[in-house]
């Protein structure tokens, strides 16, 4: 099977602005690849041309060893995607709304629709305008994962979701990886990224900045334990422990992010 994604030199201009400057990702078959970096840095413009929704200015972009701008259509067979904002019709129930999306699929997934609404505890007989932002991305959440895909490309998935559904979205994540799935997830909540990836990629101003397993990046960053005078004065004090943690996700993240906050221009990328 071809590498589910990979890119090489992606580029993409708004305007005066350069959105992607040159982008390299890879993600491998079976891998949850965490995509990671804060408004501006490229994320959503790089998941539009993966989705053959927006056409690269320069460089190459493959999913599954096809360019996505011309063969948008098989791709999306073999594809699941949630989008952070989810609008759905408000004149249709939500039940009605997953039918849809999941039929686009072509594949039974009337078991998988009644589980899924159970275990996210969803209403389905509700209109669409009924519904609360973390209800509308309940509807794209189960019509995602209602229907096996080989790549799910979600986008600030668990946006409007309670820590008990992120726990169920969660679980969600670790059947379809058992499944042999392979998933890029963008998310703003670090621990999550944390805990549900294999690999992580941080983007910057349209590039690669750092891309590896944690325990690669946090390899890369030098940890100093110097109190060899205070260990004799906390023996005197009974300590019985010591605990040097290596970086966290977040720490990592801000090397490259807590310098500077992102400029007007980058912030429309």
Not at 181 to 197: D, F, K
Request: neutral net charge.
């Amino acid at each position: 099977m071809s590498t589910p994604i990979t890119t090489a030199g992606l580029r993409k201009r708004y305007g005066p602005v350069d959105a992607l400057d040159g982008l390299d990702l890879t993600v491998d078959t079976g891998q949850v690849h965490g995509f990671l970096g804060p408004n501006g840095a490229g994320k959503s413009t790089t998941i539009r041309i993966l989705l053959g929704l927006a056409r690269p200015a320069g460089g190459d972009a493959r999913v599954f060893g096809a360019d996505p701008w011309r063969h948008a259509a098989e791709l999306h067979r073999r594809i699941a995607y949630v989008p952070g904002d989810v609008d759905i019709w408000p004149n249709i129930s939500g039940g009605e709304a997953v039918d849809l999306l999941s039929r686009l699929r072509g594949a039974a997934y009337a078991a998988e629709k009644r589980r899924l609404c159970d275990v996210f505890q969803f209403d389905p007989r509700k209109k669409g305008r009924a519904y609360s932002k973390g209800n509308r991305q309940k509807v794209a959440l189960i019509a995602a994962f209602a229907v096996p895909a080989d790549l799910y490309i979600l986008d600030e998935p668990t946006s409007g979701l309670d820590p008990l559904m992120e726990v169920v979205f969660q679980d969600e994540i670790a059947r379809v990886r058992a499944a042999g799935a392979t998933v890029l997830l963008s998310s703003h909540i670090l621990s999550e990224v944390e805990q549900l990836c294999d690999r992580v990629s941080i983007i910057r101003r349209g590039r690669i900045v750092e891309s590896g397993t944690l325990a690669e990046m946090r390899h890369l960053t030098r940890t100093e334990v110097s109190f060899a005078a205070a260990l004799p004065r906390l023996a005197a004090l009974g300590v019985e422990g010591l605990r040097v943690a290596p970086p966290s996700l977040e720490e990592l993240f801000l090397r490259h992010y807590g310098e500077a906050a992102p400029t007007p221009a980058e912030a429309h990328r």
